[in-house]
């Protein structure tokens, strides 16, 4: 119930747990900055609320781009753009009507009205033929979806501006480099690393948003869209070295255009959330950086020219990349133990047990016996997992109060 809060404190004062003045004091914070209370009675919105708003939002716009798409080819370039304007106008102005009855169904019609703008601004590219321009297309879009969350302060909004402008940034970035490629042919797929390091960058970025029930509408979706995005951006940002490996250099004024945006837009992002996120961001930074040249060494070493000389090396340079992902890892947990967060400890761990799993599965089970690898894997899973398992709990109960 929504004062259940209010009867739980009087109950804490009446024991002596809570004093009157403190008991008051939580009286007016509450009412200037806690959460409205619903017409409905009071009630908060359960989940199946949620998911029926949400689904219903996304299959209502599907539903609508493609019947606009069907029949796109028949309309005249005019009943076009009116349409598009129409659908605009009827979800954005669904939302301020429904704004104070139902705030859920506001935020649903003005994510479903800021998703459309996307679809519009596609089929309007293709009325006028300017397909050769999607990077500005993203750029529009994502620059309408940061005043809507300017203007409105919902979390459909700045999730999309959180998606939409790393998608711009790769768009133009591929375009350019696509028009290099065009007089440079030895380009190559070195391009490929500089947005692999910035998408890892900003996945951190956005996973360490702050998290609590006052973010719920602001910083907190990016948390999510951090831990989403942090994996996937992590095994890209693994295979890098070894998909790049043999590509030339870039040309000096394209890499550092591309690598200052890849490195500087996640810092300027963490400092712009505050607190230590932006010395956490940068530490990321030098440790991919730093692996990144362990990586390149070991490749180097596993060169056929150099296999002759590399002798023992080799190994010892396996070992260091593996090793240093480990490290990578443990750095994670360490954080999430500092600050208390309990998915950055989670992530830690996963992140050194794919490595020491990968390392065995690299390095030493082909070294071995089919039987012996497998009671070895077996050793593996138990006294590994025993083991990772007592330093998560640790590093858990570490901040715990």
Not at 82 to 87: E, H, M
Not at 99 to 126: E, N, V
Not at 248 to 262: D, F, K, M, Q, R
Request: aromatic share 8%; net charge positive; proline share 5%.
């Amino acid at each position: 119930m929504a004062n259940d809060w209010s009867s739980r404190l009087g109950k804490w004062v009446e024991a002596g747990l809570v004093d009157p003045g403190t008991a008051a004091a939580i009286h007016r914070w509450e009412a200037l900055h806690g959460p409205p209370i619903a017409p409905t009675g009071g009630a908060r919105l359960g989940t199946a609320v949620w998911f029926a708003l949400a689904l219903g939002g996304l299959l209502l716009a599907a539903g609508l781009l493609l019947f606009v798409s069907a029949h796109w080819q028949g309309l005249a370039p005019s009943s076009r753009l009116t349409l598009l304007l129409a659908l605009l106008l009827a979800f954005h102005g669904g939302g301020v009507l429904a704004a104070s009855r139902f705030p859920a169904l506001a935020t649903t019609l003005h994510g479903i009205g800021t998703l459309a703008l996307g679809g519009g601004l596609s089929l309007a590219g293709q009325t006028f033929h300017l397909e050769a321009l999607w990077p500005e297309g993203l750029l529009l879009w994502a620059l309408v979806a940061g005043l809507g969350w300017l203007l409105l302060r919902q979390w459909p909004q700045l999730a999309l501006l959180a998606l939409l402008a790393p998608a711009w940034l790769l768009a133009a970035w591929l375009r350019f480099c696509d028009q290099i490629r065009a007089s440079n042919s030895g380009l190559g797929d070195g391009p490929a690393l500089v947005p692999a390091a910035g998408l890892l960058l900003l996945s951190l970025a956005y996973f360490s948003a702050p998290r609590g029930s006052h973010t719920m509408g602001g910083r907190r979706v990016l948390l999510w869209i951090g831990g989403l995005a942090l994996v996937p951006a992590a095994l890209l940002w693994a295979l890098m070295p070894s998909l790049t490996g043999g590509a030339p250099p870039l040309p000096p004024s394209l890499a550092i255009c591309g690598w200052s945006v890849a490195l500087g837009a996640p810092l300027i992002l963490a400092w712009a959330l505050g607190g230590h996120r932006l010395a956490v961001v940068a530490m990321a930074a030098g440790w991919m950086l730093a692996g990144l040249g362990l990586a390149r060494w070991d490749q180097a070493l596993s060169a056929p020219e150099a296999l002759a000389a590399a002798g023992p090396l080799m190994a010892v340079g396996e070992g260091l990349v593996h090793l240093w992902w480990l490290l990578g890892g443990l750095m994670l947990a360490l954080w999430g133990s500092s600050s208390g967060r309990t998915e950055r400890v989670n992530f830690g761990a996963a992140t050194m047990a794919i490595t020491v799993l990968v390392f065995y599965f690299s390095s030493v089970f082909s070294q071995l016996d089919r039987s012996v690898g497998l009671l070895g894997l077996g050793l593996l899973f138990l006294v590994g997992g025993w083991g990772l398992e007592r330093l998560r709990r640790r590093l858990l109960a570490a901040h715990r109060p």
